[in-house]
T-cell receptor, first 114, second 112 residues
């Protein structure tokens, strides 16, 4: 079982739809969670960074963390064609060794159709 | 623009050769991370440096090495290149350990 599971899609939605993207993880040590957006052949762009269980909102984006279920989500409201990209979840474990590398999901490819 | 710069953007080389990838972190960031992205493996952590010292190693091959210099820029050295090393190589930086990591635009390496 991979540490982080993410449905690769592809996911295709009409413009204006609410998009739900999800990741599950198996390692209880993961405590910090990020969502990145990556356009084709570009560097990942940080969208959201969360630590606590619960919701965090930033504009049209809401990140949700449920540590008890080991499940995180990213919601995109009023989706736009410019949101078409690959969305990657990423996690950092609590580590006494001073190591803070991200473990990524494989990414979900999203297309928003005008 | 994340503030992280990487050079070169593209690199085409032959098997058996050696290349060096360069990364300049965001101003004020002390940590530098290197990641490899391939179609089948996704984004994989290679190595982390913090203020000049190696902090963690991931799935980095022995043919690969890195260092972080006093001005905090970092270089990733790839030697005895194989076809399977063709990938996108990203550098990321953060101020500290649990701070957000910001990624550079990447270097696309093609080994022929």
């Amino acid at each position: 079982q991979k540490e982080v599971e993410q449905d690769p899609g592809p996911l295709s939605v009409p413009e204006g739809a609410i998009v739900s993207l999800n990741c599950t993880y198996s390692n209880s040590a993961f405590q910090y969670f990020m969502w990145y957006r990556q356009y084709s052949r570009k560097g990942p762009e940080l969208l959201m960074y969360t630590y606590s269980s619960g919701n965090k909102e930033d504009g049209r984006f809401t990140a949700q963390v449920d540590k008890s279920s080991k499940y995180i989500s990213l919601f995109i409201r009023d989706s736009q064609p410019s949101d078409s990209a690959t969305y990657l979840c990423a996690m950092i474990p609590i580590s006494g060794a001073g190591s803070y590398q991200l473990t990524f999901g494989k990414g979900t490819k999203l297309s928003v159709i005008p | 623009d994340s503030g992280v710069t990487q050079t070169p953007k593209h690199l085409i080389t032959a098997t058996g050769q050696r290349v060096t990838l360069r990364c300049s972190p965001r101003s004020g960031d002390l940590s530098v991370y290197w990641y490899q992205q391939s179609l089948d493996q996704g984004l994989q952590f290679l190595i982390q440096y913090y203020n000049g010292e190696e902090r963690a190693k991931g799935n980095i091959l022995e043919r690969f090495s890195a260092q972080q210099f006093p001005d905090l820029h970092s270089e990733l050295n790839l030697s005895s290149l194989e076809l399977g090393d063709s990938a996108l190589y990203f550098c990321a930086s953060s101020f500290g350990g649990y701070n957000e990591q910001f990624f550079g635009p990447g270097t696309r390496l093609t080994v022929l």
